[in-house]
């Protein structure tokens, strides 16, 4: 039974490209998690999301960033017109069920822009 | 605003010695601690959690101590092995709320 996965490991763009990344959950999982890690600091949530719904989306910025879980495929996490600021590991988890507390986390995903 | 706070940036014990990661946490809300393990370019790893109806979690070398008139949990790691050395980070959840609020890690380093 795979773990979560991420893909890209790591991706570099340029500042005004726009990234993509993907996060496949555990087989059974329904429930998407999406964390911030800036340099030197804890993680910080960004977006939960179970298929096809977005629950709770306070973390994400206002503009240019974007979550989707669809009823097929992995869960995407699109940032648009990325600038430096964004340059940081972005880290997947799920989880089973709602009320599981706690979840698995995926390897992550560093992006660096330049 | 850092609801979740781990003081200490580093630590460094004597292999065999005990380690005591400490946290504290400011939002009466949360109700479920959770400790995880983070080595370089991988995921955090889900190490041992505790709920607010106890006081005291072990597993194995781990133990993990709840104290909420503090507002204060601890994870002791006895005894230190090398392969302790990674990032220990603390986190909260509030019943109800999915969401981790994690503080920014402590960095142990297991002195052979």
Redesign the interface.
């Given at each position: 039974n795979a773990g979560?996965m991420?893909n890209p490991r790591h991706l570099v763009r340029r500042r005004g490209q726009e990234a993509r990344l993907r996060c496949s959950p555990m087989k059974g999982h329904s429930?998407v998690?999406w964390?911030r890690q800036l340099p030197?600091?804890?993680?910080?949530?960004m977006v939960?999301l179970q298929k096809e719904n977005i629950?709770?989306e306070?973390?994400m910025p206002k503009e240019r960033f974007s979550a989707e879980f669809p009823k097929e495929g992995p869960s995407i996490l699109r940032i648009q017109q990325v600038v430096r600021g964004d340059s940081a590991a972005y880290?997947c988890?799920s989880?089973e069920f709602?009320?599981s507390?706690?979840?698995?986390?995926?390897?992550?995903t560093?992006l660096t822009v330049v | 605003d850092q609801q979740v706070k781990q003081n200490s940036p580093s630590l460094s014990v004597q292999e065999g010695r005990i380690s005591i990661l400490n946290c504290d946490y400011t939002n009466s809300m949360f109700d479920y601690f959770l400790w995880y393990k983070k080595y370089p370019a991988e995921g955090p790893t889900f190490l041992i959690s505790i709920s607010s109806i106890k006081d005291k979690n072990e597993d194995g070398r781990f133990t993990v101590f709840l104290n909420k008139s503090a507002k204060h949990l601890s994870l002791h790691i006895v005894p230190s092995q090398p392969g302790d050395s990674a990032v220990y980070f603390c986190a909260a959840s509030a019943f109800g709320n999915e969401k981790l609020t994690f503080g920014t890690g402590t960095r142990l380093t297991i002195i052979p």
């Open positions: 979560v991420q429930h998690y964390y030197e600091e804890g993680l910080k949530f939960y629950i709770d306070s973390g880290f988890a989880s709602f009320g507390r706690g979840y698995t986390f995926g390897s992550g560093r | -």
